[in-house]
Structures are given as C-alpha cells and as structure tokens.
C-alpha cells in the first residue's frame, strides 16, 4: 500500500526549529525526486524545495533558503525537512511529495506535477 506519512509538525517559538519526517511505503524513495511544500488558506501551495533523483539537482526557494535543508535516508525510505530560525510566517501546513523527474535545474514542477502525496502536517510557528 502507497503511504506517505508526515510527522514532526508543531507549536514552535520564533526562532526555534522542527525537523518534518515524510515516511514512505509502497515504492522507493530513492527513484523519485522530493518536494516540500507548505499552504496556508486561502493561498496556493507553496514549493520550497525540489530535487531530482535522476541527476542529483536540487533547488530552495528563496523564501527558506539558508534557514531550511532537505535530507534523505534511503535506507529508511525517509525523507526530512529540518527547519531552522522559524519565523511566524513560517506557519503553514506542510506536505512532502514525490515525483519521478529527470532534472530540477530550470526550476521546480508546478505541484500539479508531483504524483503522491502526504496528508501534510502543521507548523505553528507563534511567542
């Protein structure tokens, strides 16, 4: 059974950090490129990371660039978000997703592309 399961979401003070975990079953991470996303209502989703198992690109977006990485344990079918100097507008609900692409180095794919996806977890980010 196909299962993208995310955890690790939360109440966090300004400044702090989470680390999101997207647990995958049901086909092998490591022949499909990642994507995080977050939405927060009445906004559309928001890419703020993409990678390309296939040739190894990967793109932030600027947004968390420098405070967000983006890891992988294949061995655990598992791939982590780790979010540093959270900030209020970092308030969200997160999704992992997953994709199998060539290359990301013209850019993240519109979220229309990914194919699986995780049921997205909430990050608070509040004093």
């Known amino acids: 059974q196909l299962q993208f399961v995310e955890s690790g979401g939360g109440l966090v003070q300004p400044g702090g950090s989470l680390r999101l975990s997207c647990a995958v079953s049901?086909?092998?991470?490591?022949?499909?490129?990642i994507g995080w996303f977050r939405q927060v209502p009445q906004k559309e989703r928001e890419v703020l990371f993409c990678?390309?198992?296939?040739?190894?690109?990967?793109v932030y977006a600027d947004s968390v660039k420098g405070r967000f990485t983006v890891s992988r344990d294949n061995d655990k079918n598992t791939a982590y978000l780790q979010m540093n100097s959270l900030e209020p507008e970092d308030t969200a609900v997160y999704y992992c997703?997953?994709?199998?692409?060539?290359?990301?180095?013209?850019?993240?794919?519109?979220?229309?592309?990914?194919?699986?996806w995780g049921q997205g977890t909430q990050v608070t980010v509040s004093a």
């Open positions: 049901g086909l092998r991470l490591e022949h499909y490129g």
């Open positions: 997703a997953a994709v199998q692409i060539f290359t990301v180095l013209g850019g993240c794919p519109h979220p229309s592309a990914y194919n699986y």
């Open positions: 990678d390309s198992a296939s040739d190894g690109s990967r």
